[in-house]
């Protein structure tokens, strides 16, 4: 009964920055670990982020490192992803997920998701 919404996306160009939301509702409070995934037009989807209830552990893919930033709001039933120096190949379809156990990096370790947002950036 929980439901995840994503919100944020949008075109940007090579080296600008967004913030994508993923805003939980329902019965909130069994979410453990949100993450982030993301799937390119003809590509699998792959693992970018994830963080734990406090926030003390996160988890990036390499290919993000330095560049996003993964939070939440658990106050605010919200959870972040902070995206700098954006390049084209970081366009993709962006997914927010949530399992009620623990970080991973396999999407068949979540059970909730999110309908997706368009992140496109342009050269």
């Known amino acids: 009964q929980v439901q995840l919404v994503e919100s944020g996306g949008g075109l940007v160009q090579t080296g600008g920055s967004l913030r994508l939301s993923c805003a939980a509702s329902?019965?909130?409070?069994?979410?453990?670990?949100m993450a982030w995934f993301r799937q390119a037009l003809g590509k699998e989807r792959e693992f970018v982020a994830a963080i734990t209830w406090r926030g003390s552990n996160t988890r990036y893919a390499d290919s993000v490192k330095g560049r996003f930033t993964i939070s939440r709001d658990n106050a605010k039933n919200t959870g972040y992803l902070q995206m700098n120096s954006l390049s084209p190949e970081d366009t993709a379809v962006y997914f927010c997920a949530a399992n009620q156990y623990g970080l991973a990096e396999d999407e068949r370790d979540y059970n909730i998701w999110g309908p997706g947002t368009q992140v496109t950036v342009s050269s």
């Open positions: 329902g019965r909130t409070f069994s979410l453990y670990t």
